[in-house]
Nanobody, 124 residues
Framework: QVQLAESGGGSVQPGASLSLSCVASGRALDSHAMGWFRQGPGKEREFVAAIRWYNGATYYADSVKGRFTISRDRAKNTVYLQMNSLKHEDTAVYYC?????????????????WGQGTQVTVSS
């Protein structure tokens, strides 16, 4: 079992930055991939970014490429999502997720563990 706890959400204006954190506990993550998903009002939960824990390879949704950066700190068992140039359409609950195999996926159902989510609101 892997337990995930997100933090760092908040309310910001368009163009601002926010950093989300997700602390993982319960199991070593070297054989896992970690991802961030989000669910906006009235929308399906969608892939945002993912990272292979053991080598740090990253993947992004086209909608956030160039604005968001996913990273991890192996010593702290923490994955981060740095969000820059935020837009109204980035408003969502952001979820951290862990996948038991190292192959990264953009498919929600392939992730085995989820955090409780953290709200990000971008509003002028």
């Amino acid at each position: 079992q892997v337990q995930l706890a997100e933090s760092g959400g908040g309310s910001v204006q368009p163009g601002a930055s926010l950093s989300l954190s997700c602390v993982a506990s319960g199991r070593a993550l070297d054989s896992h991939a970690m991802g961030w998903f989000r669910q906006g009002p009235g929308k399906e939960r969608e892939f945002v970014a993912a990272i292979r824990w053991y080598n740090g390879a990253t993947y992004y949704a086209d909608s956030v490429k160039g604005r968001f950066t996913i990273s991890r700190d192996r010593a702290k068992n923490t994955v981060y999502l740095q969000m820059n140039s935020l837009k109204h359409e980035d408003t969502a609950v952001y979820y951290c997720a862990a996948k038991e195999r190292v192959i990264v996926s953009t498919i929600r159902s392939e992730y085995h563990y989820w955090g409780q989510g953290t709200q990000v609101t971008v509003s002028s």
